[in-house]
C-alpha cells in the first residue's frame, strides 16, 4: 500500500509564497512519477506540476514561472515552491503519484495517478 502525506499548506496575502511538501512511502517501486493537482469547490482537480523519476518536469501553463517542483528520489519526496501566488490559487492541493520508467514524461491528468494524498489547503488573502 502507498501512502502519501502532504505539508505546508496555511493562508498566506497576495503576492505571498508557500511551499508544499509530499513523503511517499509504501510498496510503489523503484522508479514512479509524482505530481501535484489542486481543486475547489464545484470545480475538477486540474494538475498543477509533475516530475519524473529523472527530474524532468512538467507544468500546467497559467503557472510556469510562479511554480516550481522538485523531487528528492532518495528520500521520496516532493516539494512544490509557489511564489507571487494569488487568490485564485487558492484551493486544496494534493500529492499524488504512480509507478512508470525512469525518464517517461509524467502527466498532468489526474486519471494517470493512481495514488493520492489526503490534501492540503492553501488559502490566499486579497
Known amino acids: 500500500q502507498v501512502q502519501l502525506v502532504e505539508s505546508g499548506g496555511g493562508s498566506v496575502d497576495d503576492g505571498g509564497s508557500l511551499r508544499l511538501s509530499c513523503s511517499v512511502s509504501g510498496n510503489i517501486g523503484s522508479w514512479f512519477c509524482m505530481g501535484w493537482f489542486r481543486q475547489t469547490p464545484g470545480k475538477e482537480r486540474e494538475g498543477v506540476a509533475a516530475i519524473n523519476h529523472a527530474g524532468t518536469s512538467t507544468y500546467r501553463d497559467s503557472l510556469k514561472g510562479r511554480f516550481s517542483v522538485s523531487r528528492d528520489s532518495a528520500k521520496n519526496t516532493l516539494d512544490l515552491q509557489m511564489n507571487s501566488l494569488k487568490p485564485e490559487d487558492t484551493a486544496m492541493y494534493y500529492c499524488?503519484?504512480?509507478?512508470?520508467?525512469?525518464?517517461?514524461?509524467?502527466?498532468?491528468?489526474?486519471?494517470?495517478?493512481?495514488?493520492w494524498g489526503q490534501g492540503t489547503q492553501v488559502t490566499i488573502s486579497a
Open positions: 499524488a503519484a504512480r509507478p512508470s520508467y525512469y525518464s517517461v514524461e509524467c502527466f498532468l491528468g489526474e486519471e494517470f495517478y493512481n495514488s
